[in-house]
């Protein structure tokens, strides 16, 4: 590395909102910033998520990762690497911590790491960084201060936030540190979240919802349900402590919510104890007065919501009496997923309240007016959007060149090296890699599988076992009409003359291959398509 003081290349979470993973490249040794999963965009066959790819990756240089906070799309992928480096060291908050033990007790990974809160100090060997502590929708979420050891360089690293400066969880973001470790520097860059930049306001406090969540656990109904992001503690206690001023006995249905409770509960984030929180198996058969928290608020397939929508639940079953209460917003490309359980609940006689309806959702990410307050308080010299789909970014940076044209604004994406030099800025573009996809029991598989997968869902499949000694042949489809099992006859008779009279004697390879080109020719002429076949010989 020629450059003295450091470089920041995004391998993950620029041009997506996911997968983060940020490399800091110093002269004596490299540093992650999270290293989290994408959720596929549509169906991908069985495919559980997405990691960012690790190849960029020296093990003789990266010593640590620094880990923001516990969202899935920021430690989703660190058992993975853990793996393949097992001796970096994780610096973490005590509440991701406890979070992130959970999930690698379960692949039985350890991790060595170090604690750290929000007036740390992290020394390394080229840079020093300071934790700053942000407003987001999960606790203990950290931005960066970033800055190369003789301070001619500081660098404003925060992926997710939003300015809240009257929640009643947490303090407000601390502006102050911001401004008292950058103005230390000569010159200075900001790296900031992008993903609601097309709110032109400021973004909705938690406190604000309050009231109307107050309201509905006041209501008259015996049951009410409800559904939000597992990881948004603060507002599950807000709630919770709400249905029991109400009278209400609070049940957990779903893993996740279990999950992140208990370590809201470990780490002093929950005004409740445990004892106040019962599962669906503790309270089958009452009648009394609940509130139900419902896991899995976009609807997912295993889900706690799918489960109880559609009559699936042994304890819960929804019907005329029951309020739904969805304390959460669609994520794009969840719709239709969300929109049938909208009907089946409807369907079943329930009451649906969603955050049109009522002011009971806010988001975790900053409007212009939150950017805004952020730039009042201290200017950089350097601009990057991150933390955004491509189009976000460009709004970002348009933004930014708009209303701050003093600040030098650039658009990045991943694998653009910034490389912060010698008074000034310079991007490089490495060579991008495609992010690795993970199914099974967190198992990587290659996209050319995947693709297979595609052929065998969308065309179905044919297997063909010939016994070339004994003159034998099976042959069986998978995923095509029931009529085609008429055709089988045919198709045998067909392809055992092909062997009597061109086949005899050919190599094992040229036989396979002219009796897959005669399968899928056959089935094209009555299907419109040619399945995938595969032909054995034995």
């Known amino acids: 590395m020629k450059n003295k003081y450091f470089n920041i290349i995004p391998i993950g979470g620029v041009e997506e909102i996911g997968s983060n993973m940020t490399l800091i490249r110093t002269p004596d040794e490299d540093i992650l910033i999270d290293c989290g999963m994408l959720f596929p965009y549509e169906e991908c066959f ?20 620094i880990i923001t906070h516990g969202h899935e799309d920021h430690i989703g992928g660190l058992g993975h690497l853990l793996k393949e480096f097992p001796d970096i060291t994780v610096y973490v908050t005590n509440f991701t911590h406890h979070l992130l033990q959970k999930k690698l007790e379960e692949h039985k990974i350890t991790m060595k790491y170090e604690l750290y809160h929000e007036t740390s100090h992290l020394q390394f060997k080229n840079i020093e960084v300071f934790p700053i502590h942000v407003n987001h929708s999960i606790p203990e979420t950290a ?24 929640s009643k969880h947490e303090k407000p973001i601390d502006l102050a540190r911001i401004k008292e470790k950058l103005s230390e520097c000569a010159q200075t860059a900001y790296f900031i979240d992008s993903t609601n930049i097309l709110n032109d306001g400021k973004t909705t406090s938690e406190n604000d919802l309050h009231t109307d969540l107050k309201a509905l656990m006041e209501r008259e109904e015996t049951r009410v349900f409800i559904t939000l992001f597992a990881s948004n503690v603060h507002r599950m206690n807000a709630i919770a402590k709400m249905a029991k001023d109400a009278g209400r006995k609070i049940v957990i249905m779903g893993r996740s919510l279990k999950t992140y409770m208990e370590a809201a509960t470990e780490t002093g984030h929950s005004e409740l104890s445990p004892d106040d929180f019962h ?34 639940d042994g304890t819960f079953k929804p019907g005329p009496g029951d309020l739904v209460v969805f304390s959460s917003k669609v994520i794009p490309g969840n719709e239709k997923k969300i929109y049938r359980i909208y009907n089946k609940l409807t369907e079943f006689g329930a009451e649906i309240i969603t955050a049109s309806d009522h002011l009971i959702h806010a988001s975790g990410h900053p409007g212009k007016e939150d950017l805004h307050i952020l730039l009042k308080n201290f200017t950089p010299g350097f601009y990057f959007p991150i933390h955004g789909e491509s189009y976000f970014l460009k709004k970002h940076y348009e933004f930014i060149h708009t209303a701050y044209p003093k600040i030098s604004a650039h658009l990045i994406y991943n694998y653009n090296e910034v490389i912060l030099g010698e008074g000034t ?33 969308t065309q179905g499949a044919v297997f063909i076992s010939y ?59 009555f299907l419109g398509y040619k399945p995938v076949t595969e032909v054995h010989l034995y």
């Open 425 to 457: 800025v310079k991007i490089e573009e490495l060579d991008a890699k495609e992010p690795r996809l993970i199914h099974g029991k967190a198992m990587e598989i290659e996209k050319t599988q995947i693709s297979q997968r595609r052929k065998m869902a």
């Open 46 to 65: 069985d495919i559980n998520y997405l990691i960012p790819d690790f190849s960029l990756l020296d093990a003789s240089r990266l010593t640590s990762i």
């Open 143 to 166: 931005g960066l201060v970033i800055r190369s050891n003789d301070k001619k360089w500081g660098a404003l690293y925060i992926s997710d936030f939003k300015v809240d400066l009257f």
């Open 279 to 312: 599962m669906t198996d503790q309270v089958k058969g009452e009648t009394g007065r609940m509130l139900i928290f419902l896991s899995g608020c976009q609807g997912d397939f295993l889900s706690a919501l799918r489960r109880f929508s559609f009559g699936e």
């Open 467 to 525: 016994h070339r000694t004994m003159g034998h042949m099976e042959i069986t489809t998978v995923g095509l009409p029931l009529v085609a099992q008429e055709w089988i006859d045919n198709l045998k008779k067909k392809l055992l003359e092909q062997i009597k009279n061109n086949l005899g004697g050919r190599e094992e390879t040229y036989i396979k291959d002219q009796l897959k080109i005669s399968a899928r020719q056959f089935y094209n002429n």
